[in-house]
């Protein structure tokens, strides 16, 4: 399981549980759940804003994707709203850290 | 289960000095022993340390320095509740029987490393607590229509309550415009309305009954203890306008101590940021959902020193290890009726709350006289 090496690559993958199906997030070795091992797999590409906050001209959002697995990023343009739609234009690391970057899917009225 | 009270207390004052954590470990239970002339070394049977600093062994090493043999030495670090936390363990080793007396005593840096959390990567590059606390004052305020005005009251009394603490880092009074007009930090926070990580120290007795009895004539009892985790990672909460851990050791510790909120005397509570005041107001079960700035103000016009005697974590300075200590310290003076000018009217039971990584985690303590 070396969720860094895929990141590193800017290709954002999480856990799946092998024996109970369940999303795992951050991905370790094992299930939450079950203590199933867990595998890695591509992950989901959108999410919807559960809540954002600005810093200077820079909006930073949590966004939920499939399964309750939440993480924070850096909206790269637009205002955002709360339960938006926004796809995941870039992971990586740097310094150690993940980012992750979204943008706003603008087919995604309310 | 046994009784377990607090027995002494030292403390070292809240500062930006560039100490050893080992220096402000035994500063603070030399303060202790001088605090409490009945206590010899050989009364004490356990040494425990809050922090959240690198170094290791820190308990031994206080140990020999301080010049005690305990039977308990270890560590205990959980971030910014690592305090209260190690009193809860200190209370187990007394109620078991295991100790009749242990020292807790938490030191801090003003560089601690205890501010960032690098294992919950899901925050990405916004792992500074700012980027929490933004996240729970944009939904709180809006989910409550709660103003930054409003907001500014928590700085604005516990920046004023503050002047009444010899130990606090810093002794400015700010107007609610120097608060308004502070840096802003992000588009929800205010450099004013943070708590600063700072450098201190605090160390406390708990013991038996029998060996209080010989140590104190002013017992002050541990009536209820209520912890709950309900994660590690931020992203893990769904909720950012109440804090669940908070409110679920909060019932736990008052039914311990069969104690209702409006009972409640005197107040501790784990202001990091302003909004985590009235949160844990609510958590607490002093006031309604969205309704715990009506205490805040209430406070305010009333100059009643019930809410964060000392200051809070915004006025006082938060040296993390320590911050837990130093809160039940000050329920324990006011408990005992000397807490000078910061004394509230003829307390009886008093509560403290302790939290660490954006509510993650949460310690509820209950005192009494
Ligand atoms: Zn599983």
Same mark, same amino acid.
């Given at each position: ?110 | ?45 356990? #040494? ?97 229509? #709660? ?196 004394? #509230? ?25």
């Amino acid at each position: 399981m070396n969720i860094d090496k895929e990141l590193q690559k800017g290709h954002f993958v999480i856990g799946k549980c092998t024996k109970c199906g369940k999303k795992v997030w951050p991905p370790m070795d094992f299930c939450d759940e079950c203590f199933g091992e867990v595998i890695m797999e591509d992950g989901p590409q959108t999410g919807r804003i559960t809540e954002f906050a600005k810093k200077e001209n820079e909006y930073f959002c949590i966004i939920e994707m499939t399964e309750e697995i939440r993480i924070m990023g850096k909206l790269l343009s637009g205002t955002p709203k709360n339960n938006q739609l926004v796809k995941i234009t870039q992971c990586g690391i740097v310094e150690n850290n993940y980012f992750f970057e979204f943008s706003l899917l603008e087919s995604a009225n309310m | 289960m046994n009784k377990v009270g607090i027995a002494a207390f030292g403390l070292v004052k809240f500062s930006l000095e560039d100490k050893p954590v080992e220096s402000l470990l035994l500063h603070s239970v030399k303060s202790l022993f001088e605090n409490c002339p009945n206590l010899t070394k050989k009364d004490i049977d356990g #040494v425990l340390v809050s922090t959240n600093h690198n170094s290791k062994y820190l308990s031994p090493i206080l140990s020999e320095i301080s010049g005690i043999e305990p039977k308990i030495a270890h560590s205990v670090e959980n971030l910014c509740n690592s305090g209260s936390n190690a009193i809860v363990s200190a209370y187990s080793y007394v109620a078991s029987g295991l100790a009749e007396s242990v020292l807790v005593s938490g030191a801090e840096r003003y560089d601690s490393p205890g501010k960032i959390l690098e294992w919950d990567k899901s925050r990405g590059e916004y792992s500074h607590p700012i980027y929490w606390a933004s996240i729970f004052t944009k939904s709180y305020k809006q989910k409550y229509a #709660v103003k930054d005005e409003d907001l500014a009251l928590v700085s604005f009394k516990n920046h004023r309550q503050s002047r009444e603490n010899p130990n606090a880092l810093q002794s400015e009074d700010y107007t609610i415009e120097d608060i308004l007009n502070s840096k802003k930090v992000t588009e929800e926070l205010r450099l004013l309305e943070c708590s600063r990580s700072c450098t201190g120290g605090a160390a406390i007795l708990i013991s038996s009954e029998k060996k209080i009895r010989e140590l104190t004539d002013c017992p002050i009892w541990i009536t209820g203890i209520g912890q709950k985790t309900t994660s590690a990672g931020f992203t893990k909460n769904t909720l950012f306008s109440s804090m669940e851990s908070s409110t679920i050791a909060a019932r736990n510790a008052l039914t311990m101590a069969n104690c209702q909120p409006k009972e409640l005397d005197v107040i501790e509570l784990h202001d990091a940021f302003s909004v985590c005041e009235p949160m844990a107001l609510e958590s607490i079960g002093l006031a309604s959902e969205g309704k715990g700035m009506t205490i805040v103000k209430e406070g305010i016009s009333s100059n009643n020193f019930k809410i964060n005697p000392r200051g809070g974590l915004i006025g006082a300075g938060h040296p993390l290890g320590a911050t837990g200590i130093a809160q039940t310290i000050e329920i324990m003076q006011q408990l005992q009726h000397n807490a000078d000018s910061r004394q #509230v009217d003829s307390p009886k039971k008093g509560l403290i709350h302790n939290m660490a990584a954006a509510s993650t985690s949460s310690t509820v303590l209950v005192l009494e006289n």
